[in-house]
């Protein structure tokens, strides 16, 4: 295994990532990664659920609070997917997940980016009998340019088939144009798939009988999916009657990008007075390809890893999800 291909140090693995893979990505608009990516499993998924635990109980280990706090609820007397942002400012391990350098290394290799930004995270937990989440496209909430965005999905639970309800992938989807009508206002609820039917129905106006093909990411815990922020996403309900499904997911954006405006209100804290600059000690730069050689050529020395700076949104930073609760 030639260096310039492993994507991994001492805390992920995602193995080998060869041009096949990078096709595979860009044909679909995803790729999955079924075994679980970290080094250390056992003590990685203790450490994620401990975490996430600590983050539903309003805790933190950073001092820091996480931008949308997860917060347990009901909607009809049925418990709703708890859904948190920016949790890593609360946690220091899933910053160190948020902020990894061969997640911004691979991401660069798939995206075929020179630098890799993070933007956001999100931590989805569904409890027993959690309803759907609606399907959806991630670049429409990033006021970025250029407007491209790249998602890495982890689960934290075991979904080797769907009755925990893991994300659902509609394949080819980032390929399609920006038609549809109606907007993502229910997010949680069982017909998850209105936007995404009307969507298919733009873009094929003339395929009655067809219908989207939608994959499930089926992985070990601890496994993982990178997709196309253009790429049409969402999970089923979680059927299960005593097991919650934890998912992390962790958005990134070019490093060059720059803000687009207007700017809604997710990005507009962010913003300098006078400057689309994106302010690199807000939203990090966690890879950055150098002149010495091809992407990918140089592994650690090519990366600038700035995990610290990740968790430099203050909490009192109010930014309101992209997912009306
Ligand atoms: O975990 C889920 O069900 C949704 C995840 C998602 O939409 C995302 O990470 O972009």
Not at 21 to 33: A, L, N, Q, Y
Not at 92 to 113: C, M, N, Q, Y
Not at 136 to 142: A, E, P, W
Not at 195 to 204: C, K, N, R
């Amino acid at each position: 295994m030639s260096a310039s291909r492993a994507f991994e140090d001492e805390f992920v693995n995602f193995g080998v990532v060869d041009e096949r893979t990078v096709e595979r990505f860009r044909c679909d608009g995803f790729v999955t990664f079924p075994r679980s990516i970290f080094r250390d499993t056992k003590s990685a998924l203790d450490a994620a659920h401990s975490a996430i635990d600590m983050v539903v109980r309003g805790e933190n280990d950073t001092g820091r609070a996480a931008t949308k706090l997860p917060r347990p609820q009901h909607r009809q007397g049925v418990p709703s997917t708890i859904h948190g942002i920016n949790v890593r400012n609360a946690c220091t391990f899933l910053d160190k997940i948020a902020t990894s350098p061969v997640v911004g290394r691979l991401i660069a290799k798939l995206l075929h980016w020179p630098s890799v930004r993070l933007a956001e995270d999100q931590l989805w937990v569904k409890p027993p009998q959690a309803t759907a989440l609606t399907f959806h496209r991630d670049s429409t909430y990033f006021d970025f340019t250029p407007q491209e965005v790249c998602t890495l999905w982890i689960t934290f639970d075991a979904c080797l088939d769907t009755t925990l309800g893991p994300l659902e992938y509609c394949v080819g989807s980032h390929l399609w144009g920006d038609k549809r009508r109606g907007s993502a206002k229910h997010f949680f609820g069982d017909d998850n798939k209105a936007l995404l039917m009307d969507a298919f129905s733009q873009q094929f106006p003339d395929d009655k009988a067809g219908s989207p093909i939608i994959v499930p990411v089926l992985a070990e815990a601890g496994g993982c999916a990178i997709h196309n922020g253009r790429t049409w996403h969402g999970s089923g309900p979680n059927r299960h009657l005593t097991s919650s499904r934890r998912g992390f997911g962790v958005h990134y954006i070019r490093g060059d990008a720059v803000f687009r405006e207007p700017l809604g209100h997710l990005w507009a804290p962010y913003k300098q007075p006078g400057s689309l600059v994106v302010p690199d000690h807000l939203l990090p730069i966690i890879f950055r390809e150098t002149r010495e050689g091809p992407l990918g050529a140089k592994t650690d020395n090519a990366v600038e890893d700035h995990g610290i700076l990740a968790s430099h949104i203050h909490s009192s930073t109010s930014i309101s999800s992209h997912v009306p609760t």
